[in-house]
C-alpha cells in the first residue's frame, strides 16, 4: 500500500531516528507531532539550522520533516499511519490527544508497544467509537539509539536483525507488515497477536531484572563514577539465572494458554530472543550469561544513576528501566498470570521490590493500568475472546 503522509509522535531519540528515515524508505511526507515540553519549537529549529536530521552510526540517513507541531490538528489529520515513540506511560493520553483528528481507516500504533497495548487502546478506541482505526505495535524498537544534538543528529548503536509486530484486529497486519518494514528498513515478523507481543517483550525480564540484581541489597551508601556497573556486562551469574526464572515463567503462562487457537509461537525464551534479535553481535552464546556480557550491541552501556554529590552516585530508581518496564510490562505479564492460574514467584519478587524502589521517583509521569483486569478482562477465557476478536 503507497503512504502519503504519516506522522510520528514523539521527539526524543526513536522518534527522531524514524524521522531520518521514514520519509525516504517511504517516499511520502512524514510529520511530527511532538506537544512535550517545547520539543516542536526545538525540533524546528534544530531542522532548520541542519537541513533535516540526520542519523549517524548504525543507520546512516537524513529526514526533513514536512511540518512539526506541538498541535494534533496541524498534523494528524491526511496520516496513513501515527506511530507513537513514546514511554508507554505516555500512550494513552497521546492518543486521546490525536483521535479526534484521525481520518477514516487510520493506523494507529506504537514502537515499542510495551504490555497491554491493545487493551488500552481498545478502549479509548471504542470509547471515541472509531472501529475504523486500527491499532498496532512492536515488541521492541528497531534500533539502540541515542540523540547527539537535538534536531540535528542521532547516533544509532545497533540495529535489530528483526522485530515482530501485531495488531489488532489481528486480521489487518498484513497490510500493515510491509509498511512497517519498508519504514524502519528492519524485516518485521509477525507476532501472531497483541497478546503475544505483551508476553513476548523482553525488556520487562530484561531491565527490571537487572536492576534488582545490582541494587536489590542497596544500602544507601552513594558511589563515584568508576564504580557505576555497565548494566548488561555487569550481569552475574546468579542475576542471568533470575533472568532465565522469569522468562520460563512466561513460558509456563503460554503453556496454560496451549489449547486455545492462540498462536504464542513468537514468544521466544530469553536467550533464542538474544540470539535472533542481536545474531553475530554476541561473540559466546553458551549460556544466557555469557550471551548478555559477550553482546556487542550492549558494550559500554552504563546502569542507570543519578549525581546526588559532585562525583557520588546513587541507583536511579526512577528510570524507566523501573518505571515503564514494571507497569507496563512485567507487572502486566504478572496480572496476566494470575488469570491463568501461573505462580510466579521470581516475578513477584522484582515487581514488589521495583515498586517499593519506584515510589516517587518516577517524576510527574501519568500511569495508566493496563493489565487486562483493569479493562474488566477477568478471566482467560475473556482475555483469549478479546484477543481474537475481530
Ligand atoms: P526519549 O526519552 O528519548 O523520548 C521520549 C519522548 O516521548 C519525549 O521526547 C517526548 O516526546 C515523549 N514523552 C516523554 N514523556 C512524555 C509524557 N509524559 N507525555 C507525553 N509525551 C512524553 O525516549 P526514547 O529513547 O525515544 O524511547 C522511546 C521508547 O522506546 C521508550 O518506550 C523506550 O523505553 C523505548 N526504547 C528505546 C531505546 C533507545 O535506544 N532509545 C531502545 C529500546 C526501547
Not at 514468544?267 to 553475530?280: A, E, I, M, N, Q
Not at 493489565?371 to 478471566?379: E, G, I, M, S, V
Given at each position: 500500500m503507497r503512504m502519503e503522509k504519516i506522522t510520528i509522535c514523539g521527539g526524543g531519540n526513536g522518534a527522531q531516528t524514524l524521522a531520518c528515515i521514514a520519509g525516504q524508505n517511504l517516499a511520502c511526507d512524514v510529520d511530527m507531532y511532538a506537544p512535550f515540553?517545547?520539543?516542536?519549537?526545538?525540533?524546528?529549529?534544530?531542522?532548520e539550522a541542519h537541513g533535516g536530521i540526520e542519523a549517524r552510526g548504525a543507520v546512516r540517513g537524513r529526514g526533513c520533516p514536512h511540518r512539526v507541531s506541538g498541535?494534533?490538528?496541524h498534523v494528524i489529520p491526511g496520516s496513513q499511519a501515527v506511530v507513537f515513540v513514546v514511554p508507554a506511560f505516555a500512550h494513552e493520553s497521546t492518543l486521546h490527544k490525536i483521535i479526534p483528528y484521525l481520518d477514516d481507516g487510520a493506523w494507529v500504533g506504537a514502537m515499542p508497544a510495551r504490555g497491554g497495548l491493545d487493551y488500552c487502546m481498545a478502549r479509548v478506541l471504542e470509547d471515541a467509537g472509531r472501529s475504523d482505526v486500527s491499532a498496532f505495535g512492536l515488541q521492541t524498537l528497531p534500533w539502540a539509539c541515542r540523540v547527539a544534538e537535538y534536531g540535528r543528529t542521532v547516533q544509532v548503536l545497533g540495529v535489530k536483525e528483526t522485530v515482530d509486530a501485531a495488531s489488532r484486529p489481528a486480521a489487518r497486519l498484513g497490510r500493515i507488515?510491509?509498511?512497517?518494514?519498508?519504514?524502519v528498513g528492519v524485516p518485521i515478523g509477525d507476532a501472531g497477536s497483541m497478546l503475544a507481543l505483551t508476553l513476548a517483550n523482553t525488556g520487562q525480564i530484561i531491565h527490571p531484572?537487572?536492576?534488582y540484581d545490582f541494587f536489590a541489597d542497596w544500602d544507601g551508601e552513594t558511589f563515584d563514577d568508576g564504580q557505576v556497573p555497565l548494566f548488561y556486562q555487569?550481569?552475574?551469574?546468579?542475576?542471568?539465572?533470575?533472568?532465565?526464572e522469569m522468562s520460563r515463567?512466561?513460558?509456563?503462562?503460554?503453556?496454560?494458554?496451549?489449547?486455545?487457537?492462540?498462536?504464542?509461537?513468537?514468544?521466544?525464551?530469553?536467550?533464542?530472543?538474544?540470539?535472533?534479535?542481536?545474531?553475530?553481535?554476541?561473540?559466546?552464546a553458551s549460556s544466557l550469561h555469557s550471551a548478555f556480557v559477550t553482546n556487542q550491541a550492549y558494550a559500554g552501556l552504563r546502569a542507570p544513576v543519578k549525581e546526588v554529590?559532585?562525583?557520588?552516585?546513587?541507583?536511579?530508581?526512577?528510570?524507566?528501566?523501573?518505571?515503564?518496564?514494571?507497569?507496563y510490562g512485567l507487572a502486566v505479564s504478572q496480572a496476566i498470570a494470575r488469570l491463568a492460574g501461573v505462580e510466579t514467584p521470581v516475578m513477584d519478587l522484582v515487581v514488589s521490590w521495583a515498586r517499593q524502589r519506584v515510589g516517587g521517583e518516577a517524576g510527574g509521569d501519568e500511569t495508566n493500568d493496563r493489565?487486562?483486569?483493569?479493562?474488566?478482562?477477568?478471566?482467560?477465557?475473556?482475555?483469549?475472546?478479546?484477543?481474537m476478536e475481530e
Open positions: 515540553r517545547g520539543e516542536a519549537e526545538r525540533l524546528r529549529e534544530g531542522i498541535e494534533a490538528a507488515v510491509p509498511v512497517l518494514e519498508q519504514m531484572g537487572i536492576m555487569g550481569l552475574s551469574e546468579e542475576g542471568a539465572e533470575r533472568l532465565g515463567e512466561i513460558q509456563r503462562i503460554c503453556a496454560c494458554l496451549a489449547d486455545s487457537s492462540l498462536d504464542l509461537s513468537s514468544v521466544y525464551d530469553l536467550k533464542t530472543w538474544l540470539v535472533r534479535s542481536y545474531g553475530d553481535a554476541i561473540l559466546d554529590a559532585p562525583g557520588q552516585f546513587a541507583p536511579a530508581f526512577g528510570a524507566r528501566y523501573l518505571a515503564e518496564d514494571v507497569p493489565t487486562p483486569q483493569a479493562h474488566d478482562l477477568n478471566d482467560l477465557e475473556a482475555l483469549i475472546r478479546f484477543t
